[in-house]
């Protein structure tokens, strides 16, 4: 019976690490499952759910070549799978505000203490050297209202970040 895994790659961004990796994958029979890949700063991370029949000494060793090749960390993890059973999202939250340390860690907890699961956030530093902007952009599921979210943010903006709490309308169908 084949085995689930999550396998996290991370590496500095050049061309071809999505192709050599899912080719090495492929070529060793593996079935990929759900993927998030992307470039933060200057290097480029890879998590993948990969479903396997030999086991995650013969993944590893499939992917030997092309980690070696490209200078990739690897990490597998055997994990449960499934479909995808995705909570959708009914909050986003998009923050900015001056750089500096401890933003992320106080607009989470707040929104966490009111109740929101986060199911995506990502942030860049915008700006310039001298005057660096934080943004923040998390989306999630208010479990006790888009309200008690932007309630938990407010005081926030007297800190000069500006917090927008928006419902997510989505339709399924």
Not at 153 to 172: F, S
């Amino acid at each position: 019976m084949a085995s689930w895994y999550m396998l996290t790659l991370v590496g500095k961004d050049q061309p071809g690490i999505v192709a050599k990796v899912t080719s090495a994958l492929f070529e060793a029979g593996c079935n990929l499952g759900e993927t998030s890949m992307i470039r933060l700063g200057e290097n480029f991370t890879v998590m993948m759910l990969v479903q396997s029949d030999a086991g995650e000494a013969q993944l590893r060793k499939a992917l030997e070549p092309v980690l070696k090749d490209l200078s990739l960390v690897l990490h597998v993890d055997p994990v449960q799978a499934g479909l995808s059973q995705r909570p959708v999202p009914d909050v986003r939250i998009l923050v900015h505000g001056a750089d500096r340390t401890g933003i992320v860690s106080r607009v989470t907890s707040r929104a966490a203490d009111a109740g929101l699961n986060i199911l995506d956030l990502e942030s860049v530093v915008g700006g310039s050297e001298t005057d660096p902007i934080y943004i923040l952009q998390i989306e999630g599921v208010a479990a006790q209202g888009v309200e008690a979210i932007k309630d938990a943010l407010a005081p926030l903006q007297a800190e000069g970040v500006k917090v927008d709490v928006q419902p997510v309308e989505t339709l399924i169908g």
